[in-house]
């Protein structure tokens, strides 16, 4: 990957052997692997046993967390937030698991509708939830700094699986929680 990106540097016109950019190769390949961790990652040792006994049938909603993924058509940044929630049946997960599911699927490059639907099929199949309902809002940056230049338009999308879908009441409780 460093040789790859000494190459883009190339491309661009940029003088690889000027001081500032010695090491740019090999950090930026450093940086590329950080953020695209998601797909060394695996679900179980995210989750990590983190489900617990519970009799509650309630709502369980985890909002704000903080987004950061790519864009698979220009590999720019799309930064936001995703509001998780669901009805357990009998089993709960852990709260910093539900971030660590988004930020595993974030790592990768993306389009914000399909890492909406895959963070709610993942909370479903974990928790054996009786419905999930994930809404992800973000920036993007192939929006925001090339092309149309929107600067403020922000992208939402949202997934909803099982009562979520077809329960308006529950659809309506999670959407006035979210907002
Ligand atoms: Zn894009």
Same mark, same amino acid.
């Given at each position: 990957m460093k040789e790859h990106f000494a190459s883009i540097i190339s491309a661009i016109g940029?003088?690889?052997?000027?001081p500032g950019l010695a090491d740019t190769p090999e950090r930026a390949a450093k940086a590329f692997e950080f953020l695209t961790r998601g797909y060394q990652q695996k679900l179980d040792d995210v989750v990590n046993d983190a489900l617990f006994p519970s009799d509650s049938n309630e709502m369980i909603i985890v909002k704000d967390i903080e987004l950061y993924s790519m864009c698979e058509h220009h590999m720019l940044p799309f930064i936001g937030r995703a509001h998780v929630a669901y009805i357990p049946t009998g089993k709960v997960l852990g709260l910093s698991k539900v971030a660590r599911i988004v930020d595993m699927f974030a790592r990768?490059? !993306?389009?914000q509708e399909q890492l909406t639907l895959q963070i709610a099929e993942t909370v479903k199949s974990v928790t054996g939830a009786e419905g999930v309902g994930v809404i992800v809002e973000a920036k993007h940056m192939c929006m925001m700094m090339r092309g149309?230049?929107? !600067?403020n338009s922000v992208m939402k999308t949202s997934a909803m699986l099982g009562s979520f879908r077809d329960d308006p009441a529950t659809r309506t409780e999670f959407l006035s929680l979210v907002r």
């Open positions: 940029e003088d690889l052997t000027r990768r490059l !993306q389009i149309v230049e929107k !600067q």
